[in-house]
């Protein structure tokens, strides 16, 4: 069983369109992330969620809206959609009271707006 | 604010030679430390961890690395790279935050290791 899975893999979507990433773990873990990668690899982290709760809201347009319905999912909402919003998103999870700051990644999900 | 610093965007190394990709950090307390690998299209995967005690800590697939606070530096090595190694590697620090784990990590801009056969 994939430990933290995201869909879709690949996105390709006109500017303008709204779209939804959705992540589930199965780790039992209470904290999830979603991280940007840009196309040259670089990692930002966009928003943190523990017990369903925001923690992190780094500095990204209000077009992006996470949403966690409960611990073991956060789905990552995206409206009006720009190039600039090409890139991979990469959802994590990880445990406030197991080792700390180890963080299990999904597989990623490549946003490609044209 | 913390930060991380990978000086090396990318590495070649022959199969079977050694590796060192370093790692800079600035953090304002004692820091957690973490090296990541991402191979292609996959997600990141943890390769070891500093929180404290032994300054040389040992990873998974051969790797160890070095915690050295006076230089602020935490490089990974591997005595002998094998052609799977190539991949993006990814030095992070983190901290406690108020959600009772850790607020994310903040990544270095990676290192792209290619491997020469």
């Known amino acids: 069983d994939t430990a933290v899975s995201q869909t879709p893999k690949y996105l390709v979507t006109q500017m303008g369109n709204d779209k939804s990433i959705k992540c589930e773990q199965n780790l039992g873990h209470d904290t999830m992330y979603w991280y940007k990668q840009d196309s040259k690899k670089f990692l930002k982290i966009m928003f943190s969620y523990n017990n369903k709760e925001l923690i992190i809201n780094e500095t990204v347009p209000n077009r992006f809206s996470p949403k966690s319905p409960d611990k073991a999912h956060l789905n990552l909402h995206i409206n009006s959609l720009e190039l600039g919003d090409s890139a991979v998103y990469f959802c994590?999870?990880?445990?406030?009271?197991?080792?700390?700051?180890?963080?299990?990644f999904g597989e990623g999900s490549r946003l490609t707006v044209l | 604010a913390q930060s991380v610093t990978q000086p090396d965007i990318h590495i070649t190394v022959s199969e079977g030679a050694s590796l060192e990709l370093r790692c800079n950090y600035s953090y304002g307390a004692t820091p957690y430390l973490f090296w990541y690998v991402q191979s292609p299209g996959q997600g990141l995967q943890l390769l070891l961890k500093?929180?404290?005690?032994?300054?040389l800590v040992q990873g998974i697939k051969g790797f160890e690395a070095e915690f050295k606070r006076s230089q602020s530096s935490f490089n990974l090595r591997k005595p002998s790279v094998h052609w799977s190694d190539a991949a993006e590697y990814f030095c992070?620090?983190?901290?406690?935050?108020?959600?009772?784990?850790?607020?994310?990590?903040?990544f270095g801009k990676g290192t792209h290791l290619i491997i020469q056969p």
């Open positions: 500093y929180f404290s005690g032994d300054t």
């Open positions: 994590a999870s990880s445990s406030s009271t197991g080792v700390i700051g180890e963080l299990f």
């Open positions: 992070a620090v983190g901290a406690i935050g108020s959600g009772g784990g850790a607020d994310g990590l903040t």
